[in-house]
T-cell receptor, first 117, second 113 residues
Framework: GAVVSQHPSRVICKSGTSVKIECRSL??????MFWYRQFPKQSLMLMAT?????????EQGVEKDKFLINHASLTLSTLTVTSAHPEDSSFYIC?????????????FGDGTRLSIL | SQQGEEDPQALSIQEGENATMNCSYK?????LQWYRQNSGRGLVHLIL?????REKHSGRLRVTLDTSKKSSSLLITASRAADTASYFC?????????????FGEGTQLTVNP
């Protein structure tokens, strides 16, 4: 069964709207989750690392005020795209890391297709 | 910027044939992982190979790692139409990097029935 649940799977909304995407770890507690962005026929670009109980760590070039991340519990991280514009249209994917140590694969959600009109 | 480069970018083969995809990277790694992505979906983990390992098998999958050349290959044997997907390598530099993954550009594999 699914280890990670990501909702919604698709969002279509008007420019200026804020959109919240949820990522839930179903099988284990996750202190660390990751948010990625993927453009058509391209690879995944890491946007930020979401840490439970602390501020997210953003990658260079990612606007923290634009992409708000909240990791308030060990099973839920949310990504809010604030005042979304057409250029924010993309495929957003979260992943969950089991435990704190490396040499573990990440478990990915099914992604959210965001389309801003 | 993406550390990983994969080739080929696209590969089309017939069912039953083997498919080989290559990945190169630039910095030191703790492990290298291969993932599969069906169109419009999330990623599915295939194999993780640690930096001190040279080869790993899982079913029809065989992964090699050459840290001296900073390269890895994924071999899918006896391919099936259901293997059609994008395949990505991802490098993990370890805890000092926060276990963040850096993905390659991916190989789009098409297996024709």
């Amino acid at each position: 069964g699914a280890v990670v649940s990501q909702h919604p799977s698709r969002v279509i909304c008007k420019s200026g709207t804020s959109v919240k995407i949820e990522c839930r770890s179903l099988d284990f507690q996750a202190t660390t989750m990751f948010w990625y962005r993927q453009f058509p026929k391209q690879s995944l670009m890491l946007m930020a690392t979401s840490n439970e109980g602390s501020k997210a760590t953003y990658e260079q070039g990612v606007e923290k005020d634009k992409f708000l991340i909240n990791h308030a519990s060990l099973t839920l991280s949310t990504l809010t795209v604030t005042s979304a514009h057409p250029e924010d249209s993309s495929f957003y994917i979260c992943s969950v890391l089991r435990g704190r140590y490396s040499n573990q694969p990440q478990h990915f959600g099914d992604g959210t297709r965001l389309s801003i009109l | 910027s993406q550390q990983g480069e994969e080739d080929p970018q696209a590969l089309s083969i017939q069912e039953g044939e083997n498919a080989t995809m290559n990945c190169s990277y630039k910095t030191s790694i703790n492990n290298l992982q291969w993932y599969r992505q069906n169109s419009g979906r999330g990623l599915v983990h295939l194999i993780l190979i640690r930096s001190n390992e040279r080869e790993k098998h899982s079913g029809r999958l065989r992964v090699t790692l050459d840290t001296s050349k900073k390269s890895s290959s994924l071999l899918i044997t006896a391919s099936r139409a259901a293997d059609t997907a994008s395949y990505f390598c991802a490098t993990d530099a370890g805890e000092t990097s926060g276990s963040r993954l850096t993905f390659g550009e991916g190989t789009q594999l098409t297996v024709n029935p």
